[in-house]
């Protein structure tokens, strides 16, 4: 917007016509709009913390495994506003727990980042 606002004109009929009465003050005079020093520019955004409410895991091993052979899944760490974590930033320790058809605890097998890290 460059400079001031139109005055605000409600319309009373739709309150109840002649009965209704609004009054409109202006409370603050507009301004002319101004760059803000140095803007535009590119600026360098990265994720925040680790959420474990928008992390998400995907891969054949979440759902299908076999006893002795190696399964794999992806677990993708995401910040609280569901931005992808960065293989550089800090690593996350997760525990990962593997139930036999929802009755009892398998064994702890190894865990290794995708990146070797």
Do not use: C
Request: charged residues 25%; without cysteine.
């Amino acid at each position: 917007l460059e400079g001031d606002v139109n005055m605000l004109i409600p319309n009373k009929l739709q309150l109840g016509g002649e009965v209704a009465e609004i009054r409109v003050k202006e409370v603050m005079k507009g301004r002319r709009s101004k760059s803000i020093s140095g803007f535009p520019r590119t600026m360098n955004v990265t994720p925040g913390q680790t959420s474990p409410l928008w992390t998400t895991a995907h891969g054949e091993g979440l759902v299908t495994a076999r006893a002795g052979e190696n399964s794999t899944f992806v677990i993708q760490p995401k910040d609280s506003f569901g931005n992808d974590r960065l293989a550089e930033q800090s690593a996350d320790l997760f525990a990962v727990y593997i139930y036999h058809d929802g009755s009892f605890p398998v064994k702890k097998g190894n865990i290794r980042r995708a990146d070797g890290g």
